[in-house]
């Protein structure tokens, strides 16, 4: 089936550097896009073709109604709109756009990113896990804020374990805040890149937002808060079952982790992975699985992750080749003892005496 749409102001804003948007929509739609000097020609399956003109048709739609793409949020919604049949570009787009996220918009840039705020939305509590630049902890403070300027929960309580990256820190001088501060900096980092920080130093002095170290929540019920636990490879198992039942109230819980990064001296089991196991079944949780393909750092880091991951795969297949078959009993041949002679007595005769 071919289909074509008439070129319009400012549409080659839609192709990306280099056409790099029409290969992605191309390749996930398994379309042919020509471009002509007065039209585009889509070439496919018409159900294909289809999704590509409703589009284009979304484009338009959002350009002359003044929206911005920004910091490649494009190119992020159009890889999830060719992956997901029930996503189009104007629902994303203005889904984004409702959610208050103070001074920032957060659109998510992947399937994953999108199944995880909808889960945030609709769950009291949800496990996030997945590789670091998955915008795990990211997306989690921004839905955060969300929630406490739209007056849903009345303070934002962010919680880390404080454990050390495979280094030995020593004694660090200074107050009990200025001793966590290092352990807590990504938390921070989220907040300020969303709010203006005349606005966050004024919710932290009257700790309507709070930063804490994962330690200091026994013994708390938290009623109507945003509550995130980041970094929850690093929790023990009781430390997160002490985390995952402070849940009060009018609250909501976001558990993020890495579980390729646990810091753990060896002896003891990530919380995070115990958790996962044991929780799995359990109703109004909600699990969302980050891989490589949803990183939004820099491009080396997919590669990096990728890397890793196949090291780790073929490890495994080495270890496994090395470890002993075990040997069926029907595999196993006895073997007969040799005839013995006839002149010598056997363990059962008698010995014969001499006169």
């Known amino acids: 089936m071919k289909k074509n749409i008439e070129l319009t102001p400012d549409i080659e804003t839609l192709f990306g550097t280099r056409d790099e948007y029409l290969h992605v ?31 284009f048709a979304d484009y338009e739609h959002l350009r002359r109604a003044g929206h911005q793409f920004v910091n490649g949020d494009l190119g992020s919604m159009l890889r999830v709109v060719v992956s997901d049949p029930n996503a189009t570009l104007r629902g994303l787009a203005e889904a984004g756009r409702q959610r208050s996220f103070g001074r920032r918009t957060v659109q998510p840039k992947s399937p994953n990113q999108r199944r995880y705020l909808e889960a945030i939305e609709n769950h009291d509590m949800v496990f996030g896990v997945g590789p670091a630049g998955t915008g795990k902890t990211y997306l989690a403070v921004a839905m955060a804020i969300s929630a406490l300027l739209n007056k849903q ?14 280094e030995r820190l020593g004694f660090l001088p200074g107050t009990l805040q200025e001793k966590i501060d290092p352990y807590l900096r990504p938390l921070y980092d989220a907040l300020f890149d969303m709010m203006e920080p005349e606005r966050v130093e004024r919710y932290l002095e009257k700790n309507i937002i709070e930063i804490a170290p994962i330690a200091f929540m026994r013994g708390r019920t938290l009623n109507d808060s945003f509550v995130i636990l980041d970094e929850a490879q690093n929790t023990t198992s009781e430390q997160m079952k002490m985390f995952v039942t402070r849940l009060g109230f009018g609250s909501k819980a976001v558990i993020t982790g890495d579980v390729t990064q646990i810091d753990l001296p060896t002896a003891r089991r990530s919380g995070l992975i115990e958790a996962v196991d044991i929780l799995q079944g359990v109703n109004g949780l909600a699990f969302v699985h980050f891989d490589e393909s949803d990183v939004v750092r820099h491009h080396l880091v997919q590669r990096i992750i990728r ?21 069926s009993p029907t595999n196993l041949k006895i073997a007969e003892a040799p005839p013995r002679p ?8 008698e010995p014969r005496l001499r006169n």
């Open 25 to 55: 929509l191309e390749d996930g739609l398994n379309i042919n896009i020509d471009l002509r000097s007065d039209r585009i020609e889509l070439e496919g399956a018409p159900r294909d073709v289809a999704r590509a003109e409703q589009l």
């Open 153 to 166: 929960v009345n303070r934002i309580i962010l919680a880390r374990p404080a454990v050390e990256a495979g």
């Open 307 to 327: 890397a890793y991951d196949e090291h780790k795969s073929r490890l495994a297949q080495q270890l496994s080749l090395l470890e002993p078959k075990p040997v």
């Open 342 to 349: 006839a002149s010598l007595p056997g363990p059962t005769d």
